[in-house]
């Protein structure tokens, strides 16, 4: 099953704290990866809430992510990060983000993402295909 084109889109504007700034002056790498599970919750909460997975028995886990970094982001700074589904492909959700300064990418990442059975610890395959989400995408 591929599922390309997806409209959904989720966006947050970001406020740089004085804590999130290492010892270069610039955004902690660590940060960037808190964000993206932000942005990931922000878009779940839009399309399928996470209380309607639980519901189903289902949770989404990220099995990997890539992060590449163009710009620095510094204190006074303040970035919109997005997300998009790219598509699913092979029971796996290929999500995209990326974080703006106007209209320059400062970083885009992408993660992998799977639904898994709660009470049998396995990727669901048949409902992530079944899902009405899902369908809607086609």
């Not at 966006?11 to 740089?16: D, Q, V």
């Not at 959700?93 to 106007?102: D, T, W």
């Not at 400062?106 to 898994?116: D, G, I, N, T, Y």
Request: aromatic share 10%; with cysteine.
């Amino acid at each position: 099953m591929i599922i390309e084109g997806n409209k959904q889109k989720a966006s947050i504007n970001f406020e740089i704290k004085t804590y999130e700034i290492d010892i270069a002056g610039h955004v902690n790498n660590i940060v960037y990866v808190k964000w993206l599970e932000d942005l990931r919750c922000k878009l779940f909460e839009k399309i399928l809430p996470i209380d309607n997975l639980l519901y189903l028995n289902l949770y989404p886990v990220v099995t990997s992510t890539n992060i590449v970094y163009k710009k620095q982001l510094k204190l006074s700074d303040k970035p919109v990060g997005s997300i998009w589904i790219e598509n699913i492909q092979h029971n796996m959700m290929i999500l995209k983000f990326n974080f703006m300064m106007g209209k320059n990418i400062c970083v885009f990442a992408e993660q992998k993402c799977v639904l898994m059975d709660i009470k049998n610890g396995t990727m669901d395959k048949e409902r992530l295909k079944n899902l009405a989400l899902f369908e809607s995408m086609t």
